[in-house]
């Protein structure tokens, strides 16, 4: 049971690159979600699928932009990456948002960017 | 491993301990609440949950209390073990939503 599954673990893009960062999840859940974290910081929300065909703006989606490819797969991409969006990346599902039901995460994709 | 734990609150204490770890949330909708750990390299691990209907729910070694007067939630983690050794993040939900407002988290460190 592989619940959720961050592609690549790691990576170092030069500033102005571009990079899709992919999430998949085995669990049939219908919300999907990418938070960046950074040092001594809580998760931040960037962007989130409630359901499949949907996606919304988080907390902090400037840079990024999402796709929900289908129920599973729910990707992040960085047009041109810059030096602040050094962080930590994860991925999380749940049932669905709204219900009292936790979100699960993948373990991560740790991008720098020089 | 990630410098998540640079600048948090830490709690030590010795294995074999209970620990307690506060959190105190913002939003007085909030109707759902729950503890994650997160060690080392990882992403976080759900640990227990309570909706706001509730004031106390017990897991394995694990409980969590909810005070909404003052709105306050703690994890409490009973014969702390050195694999216990994480970064523990309370997040919380605003009724109707359907996201998770996350606090910075506090490390906890257990000695042997």
Known sequence: ?114 | GESVGLHLPTLSVQEGDNSIINCAYSNSASDYFIWYKQESGKGPQFIIDIRSNMDKRQGQRVTVLLNKTVKHLSLQIAATQPGDSAVYFCAERNSGYSTLTFGKGTMLLVSP
């Open chain 1, 1 to 114: 049971n592989a619940g959720v599954t961050q592609t690549p673990k790691f990576q170092v893009l030069k500033t102005g690159q571009s990079m899709t960062l992919q999430c998949a999840q085995d669990m049939n859940h219908n919300s999907m979600y990418w938070y960046r974290q950074d040092p001594g910081m809580g998760l931040r929300l960037i962007y989130y699928s409630a359901s499949e065909g949907t996606t919304d703006k988080g907390e902090v989606p400037n840079g990024y932009n999402v796709s929900r490819l289908n129920k599973r797969e729910f990707s992040l991409r960085l047009e041109s990456a810059a030096p602040s969006q050094t962080s930590v990346y994860f991925c999380a599902s749940s049932w669905r948002g709204e219900s009292n039901q936790p979100q699960h995460f993948g373990d991560g994709t740790r991008l720098s960017i020089l």
